[in-house]
């Protein structure tokens, strides 16, 4: 529940730089960062799928350097329902990182259900690239719907832009 509150804190951290720089001003000579696939193609398997495959896009990176934590994030929809995925480590480095309080993963769906993989999987970041580049990776675990403890089963790959670094 203590990675749930601060995946909280780090979430509402990266809308906020998200608003902030999607509104930010103009520049007369502007630069075209590459173009990076933001998206994470994964896998659900329980709490009402059944080996569903989804593809959930606007990917975004960024790394908070109070908190030194990596967060992920993806929107999209799996048949109705709305997904926001949300992948959070430790650090800002490439590796594997077993999920525990400080690395983990997030999915809320419809905004009423919030699955949480805290202890049952693993994520591999094989590059994390500079500002305007890219965060990818792979991920596998169980996340637990917190109010009726339903299991769901996710596997997949990750691709996010990064975002300048929060502090």
């Known amino acids: 529940m203590k990675m749930f509150k601060r995946s909280q804190s780090?979430?509402?951290?990266?809308?906020?730089?998200?608003?902030?720089?999607?509104?930010?001003?103009?520049?007369?000579?502007?630069?075209?960062?590459?173009?990076?696939?933001?998206?994470?193609?994964?896998?659900?398997?329980?709490?009402?799928?059944?080996?569903?495959?989804?593809?959930?896009?606007?990917?975004?990176?960024?790394?908070?350097?109070?908190?030194?934590?990596?967060?992920?994030?993806?929107?999209?929809?799996?048949?109705?329902?709305?997904?926001?995925?949300?992948?959070?480590?430790?650090?800002?480095?490439?590796?594997?990182?077993?999920?525990?309080?400080?690395n983990g993963a997030i999915l809320l769906k419809n905004s009423s259900s919030a699955y949480i993989g805290e202890t049952q999987g693993t994520t591999t970041v094989s590059s994390y690239g500079a500002v305007n580049g890219k965060v990818e990776g792979t991920i596998s675990g169980k996340l637990i719907e917190q109010s009726s403890q339903a299991e769901l089963n996710i596997t997949g790959s990750f691709s996010a832009v990064r975002i300048p670094d929060i502090n």
């Open 10 to 102: 780090v979430l509402v951290l990266v809308l906020t730089v998200m608003f902030f720089y999607a509104c930010s001003k103009d520049s007369e000579n502007p630069v075209v960062p590459p173009v990076v696939v933001s998206e994470a193609k994964l896998t659900l398997n329980g709490a009402g799928y059944t080996n569903k495959a989804v593809t959930l896009s606007a990917g975004i990176s960024a790394y908070s350097i109070s908190d030194t934590v990596t967060a992920i994030q993806f929107s999209g929809k799996a048949d109705n329902d709305s997904l926001y995925f949300i992948i959070v480590l430790k650090g800002n480095q490439t590796g594997t990182v077993n999920w525990n309080i400080d």
